[in-house]
């Protein structure tokens, strides 16, 4: 395989379980926003390979970051990310953290801890959100709202997946201390329904996961750009929302997605609390006379 590009998978923004620079976002951000995505993606993919050995995953990511930094012009996507950057003065450290991610995927196959999950999300997901922030001229100070929702839609993932992830890959997000707690071996990620004990385990990452949304609560309103604060606010609410599934339903056996359906809704849902917020008028207050 000469690129990485050649070990796509053809999944796209479409395909991803939160929006990916939807008609939310302004037009004139949505090009450096989607270059971003398409160079991730074609990272993830090579991680994710079933049947590339490892050396070569590591290889491919090794070339898609010689793209990004000019010293390698074979992968189109890291071509167009370079672009992108250097045309809007940005730094490429935010790519260079999610291929670190990326090659972690390559050899680590499980995680010990929360604190250890936290870490892998400081390189798998909160960059992209700062990526996004700084391509709309955001303030680094809210970087930690920021990486509370990114890690929280990382974690959403993991849980989604976690059947997938073992039985495909080999490979556990889940920690290794959570499923001791509840007394259920990491064997049972492969099963078709999940155990008893194995629910408790996912329902309470579920739960851990909400305390990370909840941090973020107030992310979407400190954001300037007001097209960019609703996107943000329906990808918030639709985390809500699937970790009140992901605390009910079990991932092995049962759908814990929201259709397009829903997320219509909760994208109607949004726009119209924004308006009510606009149209509600300024409360007087009366003095009577002394």
Not at 5 to 23: I, M
Request: glycine share 6%; net charge positive.
């Amino acid at each position: 395989m000469d690129t990485a590009t050649s070990a796509r998978t053809g999944k796209g923004a479409g395909d991803e379980n939160f929006p990916v620079a939807s008609w939310l976002i302004a037009p004139r951000h949505r090009p450096a926003i989607f270059a971003f995505y398409d160079f991730v993606r074609t990272a993830d993919d090579v991680a994710d390979h079933a049947t590339l050995a490892p050396a070569e995953k590591l290889r491919l990511l090794d070339q898609l970051e010689a793209g990004l930094t000019g010293h390698d012009d074979r992968e189109a996507v890291a071509v167009r990310l370079r672009t992108v950057l250097s045309q809007r003065g940005l730094a490429p450290q935010h790519a260079i953290d999610l291929l670190d991610a990326f090659r972690r995927d390559v050899h680590k196959l499980r995680y010990e801890s929360w604190d250890e999950l936290i870490d892998y999300c400081s390189l798998s997901a909160m960059p992209v959100g700062r990526y996004v922030l700084d391509v709309h001229g955001e303030s680094q100070a809210l970087w930690p709202a920021n990486d509370a929702l990114c890690a929280a839609l990382q974690i959403i993932n993991h849980l989604q997946d976690c059947g997938k992830d073992y039985r495909a890959l080999d490979r556990v997000y889940v920690p290794r201390e959570a499923m001791a707690e509840a007394g259920v071996d990491v064997g049972a990620l492969g099963a078709d329904r999940a155990s008893p004990a194995l629910r408790r385990c996912l329902s309470g990452l579920a739960r851990r996961t909400g305390t990370l949304l909840d941090e973020a609560a107030a992310f979407s309103g400190a954001i300037r750009d007001r097209r960019l604060s609703l996107e943000v606010a329906v990808i918030h609410r639709l985390a809500v929302r699937l970790v009140r599934l992901l605390e009910r339903r079990d991932p092995l056996s049962e759908k814990v997605h929201i259709g397009k359906a829903g997320a219509l809704g909760v994208v109607l849902g949004v726009l119209a609390g924004r308006w009510r917020r606009r149209r509600k008028p300024e409360t007087l207050e009366l003095r009577l006379p002394t």
